[in-house]
């Protein structure tokens, strides 16, 4: 059979996973990206597949959903796993990785595999006879949003997703900060931790409530459309005096190298792989940048910090997955549109990624005229697509990867603090594997 010819639109994570996934099927892959042309304000570089805030691909563990849905896309031959795997950094039990080198892993695997054409062009119309898949991402360029708007009708959903500053090592002041991981997880000591006392905790907490924000707006009508993960942490903050020490800045587990306790603590997380950067964790913000280094600065440790990097705003759109998909990721409308990433209302990089596959494998049975399947609601990836597929039309927010979305397991209450999630893991990952025997 002649193998048909597929677009893509974005090479971001789940772009250029779908590629992969597609082209080890045969398929020839046009892999439209905007941003050698055109950078959105969050891009730095023109690789593929840009990790655009945090370094981290979040917890390892499997008790944790989001360390379950890595293994689930392990078996699932995830290029974006694979790079990340090859460009990690010391990070407790999280997997967080060299930024560079791993968009660089993901552009050479892209750029050096024959079937996958790389098209430096903003696309602003759909081919409406070829299969296209949609992965252009929360921050979609404005044309093609017009072109989606059109298309789907304009529900105007979006949210506000803010980034964390980075810093140099060489300019946190080790006299005052210490290395260690919460709770000593781990044989190496991955994080570096600035203390505070609750006098310097007052201060700090008093200048960030008021400091000068860059969009101001959010102040107003829009403040209630951040996503509860990304929230500034200014925004936190004016949430009570105390709300950040249960946040990002939570004291627990992180003694000084003398034993004694802190009232408060910031954690700084290793950027790249030459251990020359940190961003701050927890810490993506919407202050102008003069207000980042002057109010950052405030913390102990952190007095002279040199930012490489200020955090910024922004605002993300997304479709009504639950209106106009179907559970194979694909437009109840137009069947040869499919959509994958962040712009179908799961967030995060791994969430993001992992439809890119699940897309791949609805494109390759519909082009084959064959039964399209999605992973059951056992897994983490099948109840995240069941999770967009479901949820409320008229109040869609986006979703995480959490034990919370996955179909209930019935468990004796008595089996321990860890036996429900241990069973939700073994059982996701059995029913992954029975999953991709059924492919
Ligand atoms: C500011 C910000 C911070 C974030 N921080 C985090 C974080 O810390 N941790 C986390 O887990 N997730 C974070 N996310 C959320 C999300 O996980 C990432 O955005 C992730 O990259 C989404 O993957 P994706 O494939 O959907 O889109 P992307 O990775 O953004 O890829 C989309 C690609 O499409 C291209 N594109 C856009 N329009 C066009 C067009 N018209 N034609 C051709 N190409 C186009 C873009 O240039 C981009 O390369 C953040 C998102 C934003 C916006």
Not at 185 to 190: F, Q, R, V
Not at 210 to 219: K, T, V
Request: hydrophobic letters at 40%; aromatic letters at 10%; charged letters at 25%.
């Amino acid at each position: 059979m002649s193998m048909k010819k597929i677009n893509i639109i974005g090479a971001g994570l789940s772009g250029t996973e779908a590629a992969y996934q597609l082209a080890k099927k045969g398929y020839f892959v046009n892999l439209y990206e905007v941003k050698r042309l055109k950078r959105n304000s969050v891009q730095v570089t023109n690789n593929l597949a840009e990790l655009v805030c945090s370094n981290s691909l979040r917890s390892d563990d499997l008790l944790n959903a989001v360390g379950t849905l890595k293994e689930e896309m392990r078996l699932l031959d995830s290029l974006i796993i694979k790079a990340a795997e090859f460009a990690r950094v010391p990070a407790g039990g999280s997997l967080a990785v060299d930024r560079e080198k791993f968009s660089e892993y993901v552009t050479d695997a892209i750029s050096t595999n024959p079937k996958i054409k790389i098209i430096d062009q903003e696309v602003s119309e759909f081919e409406h006879n070829t299969v296209t898949l949609v992965a252009s991402g929360p921050l979609t360029t404005e044309s093609m949003q017009n072109q989606i708007n059109n298309l789907l009708g304009k529900d105007d959903f979006y949210f506000y997703d803010a980034v964390a500053p980075i810093i140099t090592k060489d300019s946190i002041n080790m006299n005052i900060a210490f290395k260690k991981n919460r709770y000593e997880k781990g044989d190496t000591e991955d994080y570096i931790n600035c203390p505070m006392t609750k006098s310097q905790y007052e201060h700090f907490y008093n200048e960030l409530i008021s400091a000068e924000l860059a969009i101001g707006h959010l102040e107003g009508e829009d403040s209630f459309k951040y996503f509860e993960g990304c929230m500034p942490v200014e925004g936190m903050a004016k949430r009570g005096e105390k709300t950040l020490l249960f946040g990002p800045m939570k004291p627990q587990g992180l003694r000084n190298l003398d034993g004694t306790t802190n009232y408060a603590v910031v954690q700084l997380r290793q950027d790249d792989a030459k251990d020359s950067l940190y961003n701050i964790v927890g810490f993506q913000t919407n202050l102008k940048w003069a207000e980042q280094k002057r109010v950052f600065s405030l913390i102990p440790g952190l007095e002279s910090a040199n930012f490489v990097r200020y955090g910024v705003m922004h605002k993300n759109n997304f479709i009504n997955s639950p209106k106009v998909l179907n559970n194979f990721l694909q437009l109840k409308t137009d069947p040869n549109i499919f959509f994958a990433g962040q712009i179908t209302g799961v967030e995060g990089y791994v969430e993001s990624t992992v439809t890119g596959i699940i897309a791949a494998i609805n494109i390759d049975k519909y082009l084959k005229k064959q039964d399209m399947i999605v992973p059951p609601t056992t897994t983490v990836t099948g109840s995240l697509i069941n999770y967009i597929n479901k949820a409320s039309t008229t109040n869609f927010q986006p979703m995480k990867a959490n034990w919370g979305i996955i179909e209930e397991i019935d468990i004796d209450k008595r089996s321990g603090k860890n036996a429900k999630k241990e069973a939700y893991s073994n059982r996701a990952l059995a029913a992954m594997k029975d999953f991709i025997s059924k492919i």
